[in-house]
């Protein structure tokens, strides 16, 4: 059974770091698209960042320069490092694996509070 483990959110005061882990099982991890997403109360699920198989990056505007994405191949595990964060970044955290159009698994997310 394929599984995504969120690890490492948390309260943080605005200006601090979290790095959050998720560690994939049960999938070829490195063939696939990892991604992290977030949903604020109220609001729909947005992508904040994704890392391809040959580990190219792309970022929402709103994270560039702030957030990090980058993979272990070996541990199977994708990491999102989070700097400089602000009230506006809290929100549940999703780590998201995708293969074509065929295989899409989410974890089970990690809240992150920023506070002001």
């Known amino acids: 059974q394929v599984q995504l483990v969120e690890s490492g959110g948390g309260l943080v005061q605005a200006g601090g770091s979290l790095r959050l882990s998720c560690a994939a099982s049960?999938?070829?991890?490195?063939?696939?698209?990892m991604g992290w997403y977030r949903q604020a109360p109220g609001k729909q699920r947005e992508l904040v960042a994704q890392?391809?198989?040959?580990?190219?990056?792309n970022y929402a505007d709103s994270v560039k320069g702030r957030f990090t994405t980058f993979r272990d191949n070996a541990k199977n595990t994708v990491y999102l490092q989070m700097n400089s964060l602000k009230p506006d970044d809290t929100a549940v955290y999703y780590c998201?694996?995708?293969?074509?159009?065929?295989?899409?698994?989410w974890g089970q997310g990690t809240q992150v509070t920023v506070s002001s």
């Open positions: 998201n694996a995708a293969f074509k159009s065929f295989y899409d698994y």
């Open positions: 049960e999938i070829t991890f490195s063939i696939y698209t």
């Open positions: 890392i391809t198989s040959g580990g190219s990056t």
